[in-house]
Each structure stands twice: as structure tokens, then as C-alpha cells.
Nanobody, 117 residues
Framework: QVQLVESGGGSVQAGGSLRLSCAASGRTFSSATMGWFRQAPGKERVFVAAITSSGDSTYYPDSLKGRFTISRDNAKNTVYLQMNSLKPEDTAVYYC??????????WGQGTQVTVSS
């Protein structure tokens, strides 16, 4: 069974940067679309970024383009989220999601990101 483990969260001041990692177990990583989502307290989980299995294409909501960058290393079964120029409104639990060709989805347990002003 595939497991996703996020890391790299923490507390940072506004304007700072963090890089999140999501390591996947199993042999399905290189064929999966990977994504990042976030959920702030009292709010719904929302899309942050996605990357295709080959890494050739990436997707972001317009509000995050230019500040966040998703990447992956298929040799390490790991997807990353580089977050720059962080703002207090970026405070949330960040989740990694794996989507397989069968549309089966798996989620990590989340990692907390706190941005102080």
C-alpha cells in the first residue's frame, strides 16, 4: 500500500521561504500525477499545485503563480513544493495527493505551515 509522508513544514516570518517534501512508498510514484493542497482553519481544502507524472507540465491557481513551484524527483519518489515570499494567508496544513491512472487517490497526513507577520 502506498504511503505519502510530508515534511518541511514549520513557522516562518512573512517574506520567507519553505520547501515541502512528500515522499512516497511503493512503485507507482513515477506513473502518478502529484499535487499539493492546503487547508486553513475553518476553511475547505483547496488546490495549490500539480505536476504530471513526467514532470513536463505543472499547474497552479493564478493566485499562487510566481510564488510557489512544484517539482518532482522520480528517482527519489519525492515531490516538492517550493514556497517563496510567504504571506500570513499561506498559513495552513499542506497535503500531498497522489492520483493514479485509475483515478485512485491517496493523501498524506499533512504538514503545518505557519507564516507570521
Amino acid at each position: 500500500q502506498v504511503q505519502l509522508v510530508e515534511s518541511g513544514g514549520g513557522s516562518v516570518q512573512a517574506g520567507g521561504s519553505l520547501r515541502l517534501s512528500c515522499a512516497a512508498s511503493g512503485r507507482t510514484f513515477s506513473s502518478a500525477t502529484m499535487g499539493w493542497f492546503r487547508q486553513a482553519p475553518g476553511k475547505e481544502r483547496v488546490f495549490v499545485a500539480a505536476i504530471t507524472s513526467s514532470g513536463d507540465s505543472t499547474y497552479y491557481p493564478d493566485s499562487l503563480k510566481g510564488r510557489f513551484t512544484i517539482s518532482r524527483d522520480n528517482a527519489k519518489n519525492t515531490v516538492y513544493l517550493q514556497m517563496n515570499s510567504l504571506k500570513p494567508e499561506d498559513t495552513a496544513v499542506y497535503y500531498c495527493k497522489m492520483t493514479l491512472a485509475s483515478n485512485r487517490e491517496m493523501w498524506g497526513q499533512g504538514t503545518q505551515v505557519t507564516v507570521s507577520s
